[in-house]
């Protein structure tokens, strides 16, 4: 079968060991979840999953979190700490023809010595809704216990039945001073990790390690193998942040552009500009430029919040954005990217109205729930004898030709007369519109009522 990751038959024997030749981060997995860095209510001695599989009822579970965070590994020490059949899958591996034979040679074996079987399927995302029903019909029985691992949020990637019938563990990135923990253990582990070979990393360097590791124990596990690999080269025993630094040119931030953390981020940035934070904004936006987000999905993103949020509070945001926008097809990138921070500074200091977004989102529902309303005959165009004697045009006035520059003709349909879509605020330029505004209804009142 080949998405079948390991098949564990005798679940209470001891994690099987990483050979010495196997990269850090697998030979440092915690061997219990004593040695796991995660949630105390999830992990701890006390914690749910502590109780479960001591008390031998582990439920059906989905583990959501980044990567590097415990996922896989808490799935192996479920294995070695049950009394249950264990096997485990990567569903970019598996298909679910294959998944099929499997949970039903589980119910079998359930039917025959009331076996039980715990299956860990990696990447479960990976399954659209349609596919995750395979699993239903055998976690209802109990004839399997899901393990299920996402890095994207289960609210958008798996079905609700899925997940009603599982209990969701979220384990968030790992804190800084829980990778500095992890990162030491190497370091001093004699068996598995670096002991034996007595380096030495100061504060600053285990600071750098932590920062940069962004809450993935993998990474920097991994960065402390290349490090203690270009130490020994250099026939030192000392690794400080400059040596780390130079390895790692550039950190690489956790940031996938089709999930949930780039939907994330640009909320991020909105929310930003919107609460008049140039700080943050600067932040976010460097943020997903350095992440590899591609420029011009940010320019749009901020020629849309120029309109939506910005609007005619001050106009001059719109133009400034579409510069930025041109700017950076001019430059290109990384020259280009300061046009965009620019012009996303402009917009969060910027006086904030969205009576624009609003008049447009009213006028989107009344024309969804509404009957298509026909068009007044004063403003329709009689280019016919016949239109114009059916009434098309009558009783039109032609506002230039008005003293007051208004005509005092309704222009919206009968059933809507008087609607006010668009209400300007207070902010800006928009203040001047609102008097503007209210001057010109009360002219075309006046001139309706003459």
Request: with cysteine.
């Amino acid at each position: 079968m080949s998405g079948l990751l390991f098949d564990r038959e005798h679940p209470k024997s001891q994690v099987v060991e990483s050979s010495p030749g196997s990269p850090l981060a697998d030979r440092m997995r915690p061997r219990s979840l004593d040695e796991v860095e995660g949630p105390e209510e999830v992990v701890g001695p006390n914690g749910f999953l502590s109780r479960a599989i001591a008390e031998d009822r582990v439920p059906s579970l989905i583990f959501w979190g980044p990567p590097g965070v415990g996922k896989t590994t808490v799935a192996r020490l479920i294995a070695a700490r049950t009394s249950s059949r264990f096997l485990a899958y990567s569903a970019i591996a598996t298909g679910v023809k294959e998944m099929r034979e499997v949970l039903e040679a589980s119910r079998a074996l359930k039917a025959k010595a009331d076996q039980r079987t715990i299956l860990f399927l990696d990447e479960i995302h990976r399954f659209n809704r349609a596919q995750q029903d395979v699993f239903l019909p055998y976690v209802e029985t109990g004839d399997v216990i899901l393990i299920g691992a996402t890095t994207e949020n289960p609210s958008f990637e798996l079905n609700g039945a899925l997940l009603s019938r599982c209990k969701v563990v979220v384990l968030e990135p790992l804190s800084p001073d829980a990778v500095v923990r992890i990162v030491r253990r190497a370091l001093e582990d004699i068996p598995r990790g670096l002991g034996s070979r007595d380096f030495r990393l100061d504060d600053d360097a285990l600071s750098f390690v932590a920062q940069t590791a962004g809450g993935d124990a993998r990474r920097a596990l991994n960065l402390l193998e290349a490090a203690a690999a270009d130490a020994e080269t250099s026939k030192t025993r000392t690794i400080d942040a400059a040596l780390l630094a130079d390895l790692l040119q550039r950190k690489i931030l956790l940031y996938d552009k089709a999930g949930e953390e780039h939907y994330n981020l640009i909320s991020a940035l909105h929310k930003s500009m919107r609460e008049s934070d140039p700080d943050a904004t600067v932040y976010w936006m460097v943020r997903m430029l350095e992440a590899g987000e591609e420029p011009l999905y940010l320019a749009r993103r901020i020629v849309r919040f120029a309109s939506e949020d910005v609007g005619l509070a001050d106009p001059r945001a719109l133009r400034i954005s579409l510069d930025a926008k041109e700017a950076y097809d001019f430059l290109g990138s990384p020259e280009g990217e300061l046009a965009l921070v620019e012009a996303a500074v402009y917009c969060a200091l910027a006086p904030k109205s969205n009576a624009v977004y609003v008049a447009e989102s009213e006028a989107k529902r009344d024309v969804a729930e509404r009957p298509a309303e026909p068009v007044p005959h004063v403003i329709r165009n009689a280019v016919t004898r016949l239109m114009k004697d059916v009434g098309y045009g009558r009783g039109y006035r032609y506002a230039h030709d008005e003293p007051e520059g208004v005509g005092g003709i309704e222009c919206l349909p009968d059933r809507l007369s008087g609607t006010r879509y668009y209400r300007p605020g207070t902010s800006g330029e928009e203040a001047e519109l609102s008097r503007k505004l209210a001057d010109v209804l009360e002219k075309r009142k006046k001139k309706r009522d003459s």
